[in-house]
């Protein structure tokens, strides 16, 4: 899967195909959103698309596409005869879907695997990130976050989100102000944070779980290395490093600081 300004593709061996824009019941066959002013230009015959913030997540059993991008709704997808198909539209909680990540590592209350997909949306201090529980997904499903369908799980309020990474607990969410939120899988619960600072782009747990590597806008790489076996019960602050900005176990072991024209530095 291929996720781009130009479109979302799925690359096959000897061709491609195009996941989004597409058409669908939420937009207007003569006139479809993405065609719109400045958005796109005539190329030749056709049209060359310009996506804003176009976001998309294969789900680790390569049963579900979680995708969209602004103005359109959260997508959920399925493959059925060896084609990918609409069969979900969730209203965004805020105005514009930014960001979306499959979970396939949390339990419920009673320790049964509970599938998720994170739904992130965006509008400064309205941004809100919301889950769909994979059990409630039917054929032709529609939820609306912004009218909090009890379908739904609401895992955030107010984090403009562009990167998210699972947890056992709930999902890692890399925020614009800089902080990583570790938040419950629903019920808007905080369990954890840490300031990174610069908007946390991009996210990354080693196999073992022990190493979290973090990417920043403003040119960062951080590794952080888990103090504890496994992830915490988060009961208690639970800070090792005391030049860390954080109640989470974790230890600031390497960073690297990459701006144009200057010399990389490590230490």
């Not at 496994?230 to 090792?240: A, H, I, P, T």
Request: glycine share 8%.
């Amino acid at each position: 899967m291929l996720c781009s300004h130009a479109g979302i593709f799925i690359l096959q061996e000897n061709n491609s195909s195009l996941l989004h824009p597409g058409i669908n019941k939420y937009e207007d066959n003569d006139d479809p959103w993405y065609l719109w002013g400045k958005n796109s230009e005539e190329y030749d015959n056709g049209f060359m698309f310009n996506l804003d913030y176009p976001n998309a997540d294969l789900s680790p059993d390569d049963k579900y596409i979680s995708l969209g991008s602004q103005d359109s709704p959260h997508i959920i997808l399925t493959e059925k005869d060896g084609k990918w198909t609409e069969t979900g539209w969730i209203e965004p909680r805020s105005s514009y879907p930014h960001s979306t990540k499959f979970n396939y590592l949390i339990k419920d209350e009673e320790g049964n695997p509970y599938p998720h997909v994170a739904l992130s949306s965006c509008h400064f201090s309205r941004s809100a990130t919301i889950g769909l529980p994979l059990k409630n997904l039917t054929e032709n499903f529609e939820a609306s976050g912004y009218d909090a369908d009890e379908t739904l799980d609401y895992i955030d309020e107010s984090n403009w989100i562009y990167s998210i990474l699972p947890s056992a607990y709930g999902y890692f969410l890399g925020a614009k102000n800089g902080y990583i939120w570790l938040k419950y899988y629903r019920g808007t619960h905080q369990l954890g944070y840490i300031f990174i600072g610069g908007t946390i782009m991009s996210m990354d747990l080693s196999g073992p779980r022990k190493i979290l590597t973090v990417a920043t806008y403003s040119g960062q790489i951080v590794r952080l290395k888990w103090e504890s076996e496994g992830e915490s019960d988060f009961k208690n602050n639970y800070r090792k490093d005391p030049y860390l900005i954080t109640n989470l176990p974790l230890v600031d072991k390497k960073r690297y600081l990459f701006w144009k024209d200057k010399k990389p530095m490590i230490w």
